[in-house]
T-cell receptor
């Protein structure tokens, strides 16, 4: 069965600093991996996803993530944090079982704070 | 194109009351999902519907029922609300069909905040 672990429930960075949000997964089959962002009092929206092909995936708002099979990781990075990046970020893996309707298994979430 | 809509946005119930959360999508998606979000626990799947006419249990189905009314609408019912069901509920949809097209993005509604006293 698939599972996702996000290391750190809260991360705080200064504006302009590197953002690194960690995600490790467990999957018995090649995973499909996602990062979603949730701004306060809103639903989730997709930042980026990895299915097949290039292991470095670029998403919206300058975020990117690298799929590392050997480390079972899919960490999210952004070179320079902006105040508007403050939000909660969720890593997810797709349940690839037959007829599973594309279910996602989510990590616990990481709240990102950006200090001026 | 409204995407995924949910009603109501906020609801207060007393223990034992019932209510139905409504969800609709206008993207012609096959699959729809109901999640609950609780602090420190991420999103947990309650029920999902891989196609019109089918529904299946997710991780935390106890105390809930669902109806896939048609391709657009997927409702979640609490028959007898309990304080443990205080949560934020999200509906989502995805272009994933029985044929197993996977890796597709799920699109989320704005959520329903439910407080059970």
């Amino acid at each position: 069965a698939q599972s996702v672990t996000q290391l750190g429930s809260h991360v705080s960075v200064s504006e302009g600093a590197l953002v690194l949000l960690r995600c490790n997964y467990s999957s018995s089959v090649p995973p499909y991996l996602f990062w979603y962002v949730q701004y306060p009092n809103q639903g989730l929206q997709l930042l980026l996803k990895y299915t097949t092909g290039a292991t470095l995936v670029k998403g919206i708002n300058g975020f990117e993530a690298e799929f590392k099979k050997s480390e079972t990781s899919f960490h999210l990075t952004k070179p320079s944090a902006h105040m508007s990046d403050a939000a909660e970020y969720f890593c997810a893996v797709s349940d690839r079982g037959y007829n599973q309707g594309g279910k996602l298994i989510f990590g616990q979430g990481t709240e990102l704070s950006v200090k001026p | 194109n409204a995407g995924v809509t949910q009603t109501p946005k906020f609801q207060v119930l007393k223990t034992g009351q019932s209510m139905t959360l409504q969800c609709a999508q206008d993207m012609n998606h096959n699959s729809m999902y109901w999640y609950r979000q609780d602090p420190g626990m991420g999103l947990r799947l309650i029920y999902y519907s891989a196609s019109e006419g089918t529904t299946d249990k997710g991780e935390v189905p106890n105390g809930y029922n669902v109806s896939r009314l048609n391709k657009r609408e997927f409702s979640l019912r609490l028959e007898s609300a309990a304080p443990s069901q205080t949560s934020v509920y999200f509906c989502a949809s995805s272009e994933v069909g029985l044929a197993g097209v996977i890796g597709e993005t799920q699109y989320f509604g704005p959520g329903t905040r439910l407080l059970v006293l």
